[in-house]
């Protein structure tokens, strides 16, 4: 069947340093990847997509990889900062005519060491 | 603009209570949907509508209505609440391309539920 996870549950960074958040996923047909940022108490945000025949893409302090070989997928955030604390959601897409199917992982909770 | 907004943002009920949550958006989107988040399950679609009168059930559909009354709204009843019903509950839309698919999905700031 259809899943995405994330390998780490927890991540702590020390402040100005990178982090990188991994996932996988198993379903090949997805047409996009997408990252989201939850801070607590708050809905998800949109930070970064990829489409499925891109290997990265680059956006403000942060990439996406995405390795279909081995179906995975990870975000970069450079320079880590304190407002960058939050969990993070890996989701794989389908986009159909009119609606789009998405399938989320369980998250992992950023935390930054000031 | 407001985006997605919910209401209300907090609610608690007692077992076999209904209640209604409400969710609107204001970015002409075509597509809504409505998402359950439970600790360690991610987020769980329950139903979506693709357009103004169209509605169809999601992953966790069971115990749960919807109504999309128009273009900008879209709400979930609970007709008789369970203790299994607590959660968060999220509400997003999405738009369409020129292509016709959609694709990322603007999130509300969720409801959170509790049931006695």
């Known amino acids: 069947g259809e899943s995405v996870g994330l390998h780490l549950p927890t991540l702590s960074v020390q402040e100005g340093d990178n982090s990188i958040i991994n996932c996988a996923y198993s379903?090949?047909?997805?047409?996009?990847f997408i990252w989201y940022k939850q801070e607590s108490g708050k809905g998800p945000q949109f930070i970064i997509d990829?489409?499925?025949?891109?290997d990265k893409r680059q956006g403000q302090r942060v990439t996406v990889l995405l390795n279909k070989t081995v179906k995975h997928l990870s975000l970069q955030i450079a320079a880590t900062q304190p407002g960058d604390s939050a969990v993070y959601f890996c989701?794989?897409?389908?986009?159909?005519?009119?609606?789009?199917?998405?399938?989320f992982g369980t998250g992992t909770k950023l935390q930054v060491i000031p | 603009n407001a985006g997605v907004t919910q209401t209300p943002k907090f609610q608690v009920l007692k077992t076999g209570q209904s209640m209604t949550l409400q969710c609107a958006q204001d970015?002409?989107?075509?597509?809504m949907y409505w998402y359950r988040q439970d600790p360690g399950m991610g987020l769980r679609l329950i139903y979506y509508?693709?357009?103004?009168?169209?509605?169809d059930k999601g992953e966790v559909p069971n115990g749960y209505n919807v109504s999309r009354l128009n273009k900008r709204e879209f709400s979930l009843r609970l007709e008789s609440a369970a203790p299994s019903q607590t959660s968060v509950y999220f509400c997003?839309?999405?738009?369409?391309?020129?292509?016709?698919?959609?694709?990322?999905?603007?999130f509300g700031p969720g409801t959170r539920l509790t049931v006695t």
């Open positions: 970015m002409n989107h075509n597509s």
């Open positions: 379903n090949s047909a997805s047409d996009y």
């Open positions: 509508s693709a357009s103004e009168g169209t509605t």
């Open positions: 990829i489409r499925s025949n891109m």
């Open positions: 997003a839309s999405s738009g369409t391309g020129t292509s016709g698919y959609s694709y990322e999905q603007y």
């Open positions: 989701a794989e897409t389908r986009g159909y005519w009119g609606y789009q199917k998405v399938t």
